[in-house]
Nanobody, 122 residues
Framework: QVQLVESGGGLVQAGESLRLSCAAS????????FGWFRQAPGKEREFVAR????????WHADSVKGRFTISRDNAKNMVYLQMNILKPEDTAVYYC???????????????WGQGTQVTVSS
């Protein structure tokens, strides 16, 4: 099993930056993919980015490519989401997730954090 705890959300203005953190604990993290999803009010949970713990390879959704960057720190067991040039449409609850297989569909992922709110004002 994997336990995930997010932090770093908040209220920012459009154009500003924010970094989300996800503390991961559990056995054999190297077997897992780690991802960030977001869910805005009244919308489905949306894939944002994922990283492979072992290799560090990443993939970002088109909606955030060039603005958001996922990364990990193996020594600290941390996964990050650096969010730049934030837009009001980025407002959502952001979730960290983990699983041994990857999909852009949130229902596939077994382990989730509690979520952290990001609000971007115009």
């Amino acid at each position: 099993q994997v336990q995930l705890v997010e932090s770093g959300g908040g209220l920012v203005q459009a154009g500003e930056s924010l970094r989300l953190s996800c503390a991961a604990s559990g056995r054999t993290l190297s077997r897992y993919y780690f991802g960030w999803f977001r869910q805005a009010p009244g919308k489905e949970r949306e894939f944002v980015a994922r990283i492979t713990w072992s290799s560090g390879s990443t993939w970002h959704a088109d909606s955030v490519k060039g603005r958001f960057t996922i990364s990990r720190d193996n020594a600290k067991n941390m996964v990050y989401l650096q969010m730049n040039i934030l837009k009001p449409e980025d407002t959502a609850v952001y979730y960290c997730a983990a699983d041994t297989s990857f999909s852009t569909y949130s229902t596939v992922w077994r382990y989730w954090g509690q979520g952290t709110q990001v609000t971007v004002s115009s």
